[in-house]
């Protein structure tokens, strides 16, 4: 068996009817590419022969008796394809748009914990021919890097490529007894008891930290609670709306190089800018910054290949207020470079830890943040942003050539919108995903993202040529 960390099963903890804990990954297919293209039996039947080779795809859960210790997985060789093999026909004509509905449906429904954690929806109908998989994983099983890992461990560089080896199961296909599942549960406790003192010790180093920074008046990560209320701040439902545009790397890599900072801090500015632009034509736009919280992997090289979660939070400003896109983007830049200093003079693995400990993690990050909400009527932050490194050259499955790649991540709390960014030979896919009540015109703010890099493409050449010329 292997056990789920603390941050793996955060997700499970935190799940409810309306805040589901999936993610979605999106493969669009051309057909045209493969000499001889799958129908929908075809493929689940080649699926069912190399489904060994993605081992998480047979990982189910089970519980630790009376709470003990988070939950294990167990591995299930059987798998009832039947339930988590679907087919699926988007509306007509089949654009963009309409995929996204398929999505948004999918999306809106969570996934069953008596068999593994995931799901995969075969939708035809698309134009052109193309057929999309639409993978729904839930977040305990793997964060974007292990997901984006899944995704590579599927496909292939060619066309003709051999299917990759089956992978032998790494424990038996056994439901472990409730005795055994007692004493791991037991063992797991007294690890937690030992390892206290250390953790105790990375609390006093992260306070020690924090106070430094601000007697030396540097700032840090922007504290929770710091942002007005909109819309997308209420209080969740079940039914999730999901949009998708696309934007080229090379220009979002042009604008890194005008103005330095990483593709991230680009992709965070493009993302305020379209925020901006919506917002003030809603009538919205509040007089303070937009904030965002940002998972940041934590994976070392040796833990590449590894599923699971490996992630740290960033609070940033989105610096909303900020009118020219030159210094929105600077001020963004210069939030999320605090924030990896904060982080990084702290203990790398002190928000991992704080989550084994979940009793902790609960009621400082859960309920306090809750009774601050009711409290000031502010939410925690006003949106996550997550920003995913896919493969930079083309992919393919099944003989065909995967078109584009897409991604949507899971909504928490107050914290009502979510924008998930994922490369793909040259291209950034850009998944937006709220509540359908709250957010009916998803569609408006998304077609706002492709302007908004032009704007701040436009204003950083302009920069970068006053500049030039002063130093002339």
Avoid at 64 to 69: C, G, I, M, V
Avoid at 235 to 243: F, I, N
Avoid at 270 to 293: F, I, K, N, Q
């Amino acid at each position: 068996m292997r056990q789920l960390s603390g941050s793996d099963a955060m997700f499970l903890y935190q799940e409810t009817r309306r805040q589901h804990q999936h993610t979605m990954k999106i493969v669009v297919l051309d057909p045209g590419t493969a000499p001889h293209a799958p129908d929908f039996a075809t493929f689940k039947e080649s699926f069912a022969k190399g489904v060994l080779t993605v081992p998480v795809f047979h990982w189910k859960l089970v519980r630790s008796p009376l709470r003990l210790s988070h939950p294990f997985w167990f591995w299930q060789a059987r798998l009832d394809l039947d339930y988590h093999i679907r087919r699926i026909a988007a509306p007509s004509p089949g654009r963009t748009r309409e995929l996204c509905e398929v999505i948004s449906e999918v999306a809106s429904i969570g996934l069953e914990r008596d068999r593994p954690l995931w799901q995969m929806w075969w939708v035809e109908g698309l134009e052109g021919g193309r057929i999309a998989l639409v993978v729904k994983l839930h977040h305990a099983v793997a964060d974007g890097v292990s997901s984006a890992q899944i995704l590579l461990d599927s496909c292939s560089e060619s066309p003709d490529a051999q299917p990759a080896p089956a992978v032998p199961p790494p424990f038996p296909d056994e439901v472990p007894s409730r005795s055994l599942l007692l004493g791991l549960g037991i063992a797991a406790q007294i690890k937690l008891m030992l390892r206290l003192p250390r953790f105790l010790g990375m609390i006093a180093q992260g306070a020690w930290v924090k106070l430094q920074r601000r007697v030396q008046g540097r700032p840090g990560l922007t504290p929770p609670f710091q942002c007005d209320a909109l819309r997308f701040n209420q209080r969740l439902t079940p039914q999730r709306w999901y949009a998708n545009v696309s934007v080229q790397l090379r220009e979002m890599q042009r604008v890194r190089k005008l103005l330095g900072g990483s593709l991230n801090d680009v992709f965070a500015a493009l993302v305020s800018g379209a925020l901006r632009d919506y917002l003030r034509s809603t009538g919205e736009m509040p007089g303070s910054s937009l904030t965002a919280t940002m998972p940041v992997s934590i994976r070392t090289p040796e833990e590449q290949r590894t599923y699971g979660n490996r992630t740290s939070t960033w609070g940033v400003t989105l610096a909303t207020h900020v009118e020219d896109p030159v210094e929105r983007f600077l001020s963004i830049m210069a939030s999320t470079r605090a924030a990896r200093d904060e982080r990084e003079a702290k203990h790398p693995e002190f928000y991992a830890t704080m989550q084994d400990y979940w009793a902790l993690h609960n009621l400082f990050a859960n309920r306090l943040g809750r009774w601050v909400h009711r409290l000031t009527g502010r939410p925690g932050y006003n949106l996550i942003l997550s920003n995913v490194r896919g493969p930079g050259r083309p992919m393919y499955a099944g003989g065909m050539r995967i078109s584009s790649l897409m991604s949507m991540g899971p909504l928490i709390h107050n914290t009502g919108l979510n924008v998930t960014g994922w490369s793909y030979d040259g291209v950034m896919s850009v998944g937006l995903v709220a509540c359908r009540e709250q957010v009916p015109d998803l569609w408006d703010l998304a077609e706002r993202i492709p302007a908004a890099l032009q704007e701040l493409l436009l204003a950083a050449e302009k920069h970068a040529a006053r500049e030039e010329g002063g130093r002339a």
